[in-house]
């Protein structure tokens, strides 16, 4: 009976720092930027927008998930002043764009993460107007700041205003589908 006790407390010795290694963690992001930029055929325009909350699981120091929630009421647009700034965010919480007055916030979930060069492939589920839609990017760590960049069709998401994909005869005026997004934020 004492060889077995002991050969148990052996065991539980050696284990006890892999069942903390595999621990699942979560960092809060405490300070987060979120740069967007959108093209037409004319130009171009960008802005910023706030994250409302995000938090980063990990197991040991493997990223295995995460939450993000962007306020949508925040979209701000920085390429343009006045009036010209003011008509442009407002147009972008309407309908025709975001539809913020029913959708004040849009997720991004991740799924997984694979451990690449310098950080991690990302695969998520991002949530916009109430639609959800598989979303990949690379999301570099360095210490406690996190970086990525995210190509978004804005048409999956049920935003198609002056859209050459779904409009014809728009000329000057198509807005292409794909919008971008930088992001970088401590944690």
């Known amino acids: 009976m004492k060889h077995l006790f002991f050969k148990t407390a052996v065991i539980a010795f050696f284990m006890a720092p892999l069942a903390i290694w595999a621990q699942k963690t979560e960092r809060q992001v405490t300070q987060s930027k979120i740069e967007w930029e959108a093209k037409k055929i004319t130009g171009k325009h960008d802005g910023t927008i706030q994250l409302k909350e995000g938090v980063l699981e990990f197991e040991g120091t493997q990223l295995v998930g995460g939450k993000f929630v962007v306020d949508?009421?925040?979209?701000?647009v920085?390429?343009?002043?006045?009036?010209?700034?003011?008509?442009?965010?407002?147009?972008?919480?309407?309908d025709d764009f975001f539809g913020v007055d029913n959708h004040p916030t849009a997720t991004l979930v991740v799924k997984s993460a694979n451990k690449i060069e310098d950080g991690y492939y990302v695969n998520a589920d991002l949530t916009i107007k109430g639609i959800t839609h598989p979303v990949g990017f690379e999301l570099e760590i360095e210490g406690n700041k996190a970086e990525a960049e995210l190509?978004?069709?804005r048409t999956l998401y049920n935003i198609r205003y002056g859209s050459g994909s779904f409009f014809s005869n728009l000329?000057?005026?198509?807005?292409?589908?794909?919008?971008?997004?930088?992001?970088?934020?401590?944690?």
């Open 151 to 153: 190509k978004i069709d």
């Open 78 to 94: 920085t390429d343009l002043t006045g009036s010209g700034k003011e008509k442009l965010e407002a147009h972008l919480k309407s």
């Open 171 to 187: 000329g000057d005026n198509t807005i292409y589908d794909h919008f971008e997004i930088e992001i970088e934020f401590t944690f």
């Open 72 to 76: 949508m009421t925040t979209i701000s």
